[in-house]
């Protein structure tokens, strides 16, 4: 549980993390505590019966689902959480069609690990996103970064508060690696492209908020991460 961006007010919110059943995906919810509306952030596998305990003991209302990209250990649980909660999922209109068919970005391969009974129905209320775009909800605001590479509508979700920046990087950015580039859909040259001209830009205080494993900083990744090092040198 991290300490969060403000409300609109300037009260401090939390984030609360909920690790995936399966690839140890971050799915994160966004609230001003207690008893407040909140944003859910990449729903993945077999998150719902925790996110549902999660919600009713800290008496939270999803407001949204907000989606760093299209791929489907983000986006398993999107239609049911959406549906539960009469709310619509925000993603970045290149990674729309993922919803609709969520195969479209998964190798055969990968797609033979979720088995072959999948159910898959598309929320219905989608929202898409464009670069630049702010979106408030639940009392917050956030900025919308396309951030193409792992996805080609890959994105990152900007927030801050009096004391701190927050940015949900999604599987553009890791601590001490990045999304890979091989799936359909992925690019290593917009990666380097998006880590150079979105990610080298940051301030080093930014909190990040990946979509695998813990938490790290902008500042710890410059001097640690080999892939902005190479971002940074101007490597290809």
């Not at 995936?20 to 859910?40: H, I, K, M, Q, W």
């Not at 986006?75 to 049911?80: N, R």
Request: proline residues 7%; negative net charge; aromatic residues 6%.
């Amino acid at each position: 549980m991290y300490p969060g961006p403000a409300t609109e007010e300037g009260e401090r919110v939390l984030i609360e993390t909920l690790v995936a059943d399966a690839f140890g995906t971050n799915c994160y919810v966004l609230s001003a505590g207690p008893g407040s509306e909140c944003v859910v952030v990449d729903p993945g596998i077999g998150i719902a019966p925790r996110l549902d305990d999660l919600l009713a003991d800290r008496g939270l209302k999803p407001v949204a689902v907000v989606l760093t990209h299209g791929h489907l250990d983000h986006t398993f649980s999107v239609a049911p959480v959406c549906g539960a909660n009469d709310v619509p999922a925000y993603i970045h209109t290149d990674d729309a069609h993922l919803l609709a068919d969520p195969s479209q970005g998964f190798s055969a391969n990968m797609m033979s690990l979720l088995g072959t009974g999948l159910d898959w129905t598309e929320p219905d209320d989608v929202q898409p996103l464009a670069d630049g775009g702010v979106i408030e909800l639940a009392g917050m605001r956030f900025t919308v970064d396309h951030a193409p590479g792992h996805t080609a509508g890959s994105a990152m979700f900007h927030t801050a508060d009096a004391d701190a920046a927050y940015t949900v990087t999604g599987d553009v950015l890791f601590r001490g690696a990045i999304g890979r580039t091989d799936l359909p859909g992925g690019s290593d040259a917009a990666m380097q492209d998006t880590l150079r001209r979105k990610v080298l830009p940051l301030d080093d205080a930014t909190v990040v908020l990946p979509g695998h494993g813990p938490g790290t900083t902008i500042a710890a990744e410059r001097a640690r991460n080999p892939y902005l090092k190479r971002a940074a040198a101007g490597g290809h």
